[in-house]
Structures are given as C-alpha cells and as structure tokens.
C-alpha cells in the first residue's frame, strides 16, 4: 500500500474522526506525535498530515492503519 492509494473518502472520515475524538486522543490512537510542519488544511481547520494519512488507511476496506513508521518523509 502507498499514500497515493488513499481516496478522498477515506481522508474525510479520518477528519471526522478526528474532530470526534479530539487532535491528543487521535495521535495517541494512532501511535503518532504531534506535526511540527505539515498539515492537511480542510474546511479551515488543519490536521496532522502523517496521523491523517495513517489513520486514513484504516477506513479502506480490509486495511489496518498504517504506523508511523511505515511513512516516511513529510
């Protein structure tokens, strides 16, 4: 699996999952720190961009979250 595999739905619930739990509870769900850099600005509000895009790849069928250290770069 790569990140280009992630599709626009996938993300989207990820953010609202995000926006339910809370930014600490999501990265710490999700085993990942805070972004220092980047972020995924949506509807004016920005994500951590490694977390999301983690967390993302849960919500395709039948994958688990991706982990930190299976990102790499920014």
């Known amino acids: 699996m ?9 993300v989207i619930a990820a953010i609202g999952e995000f ?4 930014r600490e509870q999501f990265l710490a769900r999700y085993g990942f720190a805070e972004s220092r850099r980047l972020f995924v600005v949506y ?3 920005s994500y951590d ?5 983690g967390a993302a790849h849960s919500y ?11 990102i790499s770069g920014g």
């Open 2 to 10: 790569v990140l280009k595999d992630l599709t626009r739905d996938a």
């Open 19 to 22: 926006d339910r739990v809370g």
């Open 43 to 45: 509807q004016g509000r």
């Open 49 to 53: 961009s490694k977390a999301l895009a």
């Open 60 to 70: 395709l069928i039948g994958q688990p979250p991706l982990k930190a250290t299976e």
